[in-house]
């Protein structure tokens, strides 16, 4: 977001906050002062001056704002009008709880060996370490590993998504200018001239997003943080203020929507919950760290109510009408055009602060393999590679609803659900865990693997039903 998920701008702290072990030791030394020059987070953080409750609040708030909470309103269509909400809620609370498992778990890693910070990777490395299981003792350098791949997967994830996003939001732009307006309250159906293929536009954008992710200095990158923020904030504000005039009788749409499109809303809302890489550099860097589990109860109380009221709102507004994307439900004025081409500014900016994480994971390991001489030419290389690598993903998954979802399940659930409760478990069961905290624990994992399984193949599914002439979000009509 993450500008999270994701962030999902918003969620560019949570990219900055979410590097890796080794390039996050490797930064600290250069980008230890980073966060007290810019409202977007480092991977270098450090105790000196450290951020205030306030700061800490609006970065948690932040992290959690991104694509994702414009294709909710599409996951509640999916849960039904009453079963949606009530997810949502549900879901809030358990990523909350597993936020809070992983800080008490690395509290306890710190005290135990002595450590200032430890960050998902570590902490996870240690828990295996401390299970009864000498298996697990001896393979605890695993634990790393798998929260490194499952960082990657997701942040490119994103990358994915929002390349899907650009393309969809900009060829309804494009395709609607000749008729756009400045009056906003007109019922008028306007009838799209169709253009170029929305995997074209993808195409398109991808020049512009290897010169993107050239840019290698994260000092540089927090210009285009600050961009994304505000971009997106103020398009937020016109959406939700548009999505509560003249809501329609809610009477028609269903209580509970059918179960085999559960697991897509399943996918799309743990996409948009998942920052729970966040919150270990954002503990580390307050100036007391013992206040954070109240900043972090309120801040995704904040969090969890607005994905709650926009993702209902927009349902009620538009019905079963709604479309992957809020925005591309909006009216053809420039008012309202304006907000998607702020959006499609926004999420460029983001898309090389989501690029950052995975980029910062893979590339160091790649040119330590070879000498100095190489080392550029192999860096640039990777890059664009795993650019292309996104951009190509995106155009054989066209569909913005499903690649959200896909990503969600396959990757977002594994950090937010299924490792969290795993990890206490290591962590705790040498001191003594009742059998009820224990019983709790293996139920949050199995349905995180449960969505994981089920959101996975219905998201699949869905992709091979599509076929070749797969229902883009963007569709030829709307209202003007």
């Not at 080794?22 to 991977?43: C, G, I, Q, R, V």
């Not at 994915?160 to 969809?168: E, G, K, P, R, W």
Request: hydrophobic share 50%.
């Amino acid at each position: 977001m993450s500008v999270t998920k994701s962030t999902e701008g918003a969620v560019a702290v949570k990219l900055d906050l979410m590097s890796p072990p080794e390039s996050a030791k490797k930064l600290e030394n250069k980008d230890s002062t980073f966060l007290d020059e810019s409202p977007s987070e480092s991977p270098g953080l450090k105790k000196t001056k450290g951020i205030t409750v306030i700061q800490a609040l609006i970065h948690l708030v932040k992290g959690n704002m991104g694509t994702g909470i414009l294709g909710l309103s599409l996951a509640v269509k999916n849960a039904g009008i009453l079963m949606g909400p009530l997810s949502l809620l549900v879901m809030g609370l358990i990523a909350c709880h597993c936020m809070h498992i992983l800080v008490r778990c690395a509290q306890r890693f710190c005290k135990r060996l002595n450590k200032p910070f430890m960050d998902y990777g570590d902490t996870v490395m240690h828990g295996l370490e401390a299970s009864p299981s000498a298996w697990l003792q001896n393979h605890a350098h695993w634990g790393r590993h798998i929260v490194s791949f499952f960082l990657i997967v997701t942040q490119l994830g994103f990358c994915c998504v929002y390349i899907v996003f650009l393309a969809d939001n900009l060829k309804q732009v494009v395709e609607a200018v000749n008729s756009t307006t400045n009056n906003c309250h007109s019922n008028e159906t306007v009838i799209l001239t169709p253009t170029m293929d929305s995997r074209l536009y993808m195409l398109s954008f991808l020049p512009l997003l290897v010169l993107l992710v050239f840019i290698r200095n994260l000092r540089i990158l927090t210009i285009f943080s600050m961009l994304a923020n505000i971009s997106m904030l103020v398009s937020l504000v016109i959406i939700t203020q548009y999505i509560t005039q003249e809501i329609p009788d809610p009477s028609q749409l269903p209580l509970v929507a059918s179960w085999k499109t559960y697991p897509l809303f399943f996918g799309t809302a743990i996409f948009s919950f998942e920052s729970i890489g966040v919150v270990l550099p954002l503990e580390n860097k307050m100036k007391n760290a013992r206040h954070f589990p109240a900043i972090l109860s309120l801040g995704m109380s904040i969090v969890t109510s607005l994905y709650i009221s926009i993702a209902t709102l927009g349902y009620l507004r538009f019905g079963d009408d709604i479309k992957a994307s809020i925005s591309l439900n909006l009216p053809n004025c420039w008012l309202y055009q304006s907000v998607k081409l702020l959006y499609i500014a926004g999420i460029l900016c983001t898309y090389a602060l989501q690029f950052y994480v995975p980029a910062e994971i893979i590339i160091p390991f790649a040119i330590s393999q070879v000498s100095t001489r190489w080392a550029l030419p192999l860096d640039l290389s990777i890059r664009l590679a795993m650019v292309c690598l996104t951009c190509l993903l995106a155009v054989l998954i066209p569909r913005l609803d499903l690649v959200i979802s896909l990503v969600g399940s396959v990757s977002s659930s594994a950090l937010a659900l299924i490792i969290p409760p795993l990890l206490e478990v290591t962590t705790f069961y040498s001191e003594g865990m009742s059998p009820l905290t224990i019983f709790k624990d293996a139920l949050i994992s199995i349905l995180g693997f449960v969505g994981f399984v089920v959101g996975t193949y219905q998201a699949l599914d869905e992709l091979l039903k599509s076929g070749d002439s797969p229902q883009f979000s963007n569709s030829t009509t709307f209202l003007r």
